[in-house]
């Protein structure tokens, strides 16, 4: 069975700070990974990775994907409270054009 | 968001009453899903559509029907809905491209009294 896990489940930092958020793997097939925000609505996109070692860059949020240890990382710099939201990562298996996601980071900066 | 609506936005209902809700969508997209979300769960998938009167179930389906007779239009519905299915329910559209490609809806909140 498919399985995506993202650590921490929750995050309290301050304005300012750096947060790295985690998100490990297990899909059989694996074809792409991919980032979400939300903020009390629907998902919005954020990254796609497909290729291990590759950043991929937004501004203050990077993200790199590590196909090896089946497992990625988001990167957020000089967090503000407008990144306050529901971070959603999703794996896609290379069969089926299904998304399995993690149950998120929900990501609290404080003023 | 553009090119997908869900109806209602927001429902209560009583135990054990059927509810229906509704994805349509403007894109011409042979994906269609339905996800429910929940705290400390993400999003859990409940049914997908890859066609006209082509469905199949995802991982949470007991206690849920589906049906698309055109390709605009993904319903869901509860058959006899329970207190363990208020959720914010989800639907998404996917061209086949990728996934990228996924657009979701605005979700609708159900409380099942």
């Known amino acids: 069975e498919d399985k995506v896990v993202q650590s921490p489940l929750s995050l309290v930092v301050h304005e300012g700070d750096t947060v790295t958020l985690n998100c490990s793997y297990e899909?059989?097939?694996?074809?792409?990974l991919l980032w979400y925000k939300q903020e009390k609505k629907a998902p919005t996109f954020l990254f796609m990775l497909?290729?291990?070692?590759i950043e991929k860059k937004s501004g203050r949020l990077s993200s790199i994907l590590d196909k090896k240890e089946l497992s990625s990382i988001l990167n957020i710099t000089a967090t503000q409270t407008g990144d306050s939201a529901i971070y959603l990562c999703?794996?896609?298996?290379?069969?089926?054009?299904?998304?399995?996601f993690g149950a998120g980071t929900i990501l609290r900066v404080k003023s | 968001d553009a090119g997908i609506t869900q109806s209602p936005r927001h429902k209560v209902t009583e135990t054990g009453t059927p509810v229906t809700l509704r994805c349509h969508q403007t894109e011409n997209h042979r994906y269609m899903y339905w996800y429910r979300q929940d705290p400390g769960h993400g999003l859990r998938l409940i049914h997908y559509s890859y066609g006209v009167k082509d469905t199949d179930k995802g991982e949470v389906s007991d206690g849920y029907s589906v049906s698309r007779s055109k390709t605009e239009d993904f319903l869901l519905t509860l058959e006899s809905a329970t207190s363990s299915q208020t959720s914010v329910y989800f639907c998404?559209?996917?061209?086949?491209?990728?996934?990228?490609?996924?657009?979701f809806g605005s979700g609708t909140r159900l409380t099942v009294v």
């Open positions: 998404a559209i996917n061209s086949g491209q990728g996934a990228i490609g996924y657009t």
């Open positions: 899909v059989t097939n694996f074809r792409s």
């Open positions: 999703a794996v896609e298996a290379e069969y089926g054009n299904k998304l399995v």
């Open positions: 497909t290729s291990s070692g």
